[in-house]
């Protein structure tokens, strides 16, 4: 039997020869990988930036996720992040730390993950740098950048009473995918096991896939901006802490419509990691894109549904993990 190459064993001038060739190019890289640092184009003069970590333990588990989902939610999760700014994503810079006894393959699977997401996600974004080092526990760093090109950023600030509060991208979805995964996905004691999650992604491969690999509309973030978006972020800890977060930052108060949620209205306000795109438009203007209305913008403060407040505070915290709430 083959005894695979591991990080410790070949160093990290051979695993970067190995990751090199499957990062994706950023169309605005000037320099790439190599130099102390990457040289990117600005041609807007501002730079968007945001950064994200993964960890193994609160953020993923290797027995659910190949490594190829790894590189790709790593991705996802900070696309989306640069589309709620009303952004382009141009280029990541990506920083893993493994443990030495990694298979070299685990690393090659990430970037794969990553060269995937970037071509289907946002094209001519790509890696530009990173670093490797080593930890007891795996940590995927993503740093991405983007171009307003020529447009105002769109902030959580601006949202106005009158405004439609509206969606684009799935509710509830990556959470149920959760869900069933620490509830099926696992053996006799309880533990994350591979084999039983394969089993149950082949049974709900969408679902498993928003949780795992989500595909987030990036290009919507433009089209909002473009449209008149008056208010945006990233659907990242749930529907409703995220939209307290916009409330709270614009002065205002959202009244969600409950028929517009799904079947399981709970579930989509407190299911965490859609990586939806939520903003407001004007009221009267015509929604972009995969936009959808789920509500409206009011006077006073906080979140209610269908006119009643709602308190419940739910969703993702990374101290006190998930609260998907009553329902």
Known sequence: MTVPDTLG???????????????PSAAA???????????????????????????????FRLAWSSPRDLGWKAAASNLSDIAAMGASPTALVVAIAAPADSAVSLLEGIADGL???????APGCGVVGGDLSVSHTLTIAVTALGDLEGRDPVLRSGAQAGDVLAVSGSLGCAALGLRL????????SGEPD?????????EHPDLIAAQLAPSPSIADGVA????G????????????????????????GLDFDSSRLGEDPNLALAGGEDHALLATFPAGAALPGGFRAIGRVVTGEGLSVDGSAFDEQVGWDPYRGWNGGAG
């Open 115 to 121: 060269r995937e997401a970037c071509s289907a996600l």
């Open 194 to 202: 591979a084999a039983a999650a394969a089993s149950v992604r082949a």
């Open 9 to 23: 064993g070949i160093g990290e001038t051979a695993a970067l020869a190995r990751i090199f060739p499957r990062l």
């Open 229 to 252: 978006a008056t208010a945006m972020l990233d659907l990242s800890d749930g529907l409703a802490i995220d939209a307290r977060r916009l409330a709270h930052a614009s002065g205002i």
């Open 181 to 188: 995964l620490f509830e099926r996905g696992v053996d006799a």
């Open 29 to 59: 890289q000037l320099l790439g990988p190599g130099d102390d640092a990457a040289v990117v184009a600005a041609p807007d003069g501002r730079i968007v930036i945001t950064t994200d970590m993964m960890i193994h333990g609160p953020d």
């Open 224 to 227: 909002a901006a473009i449209g």
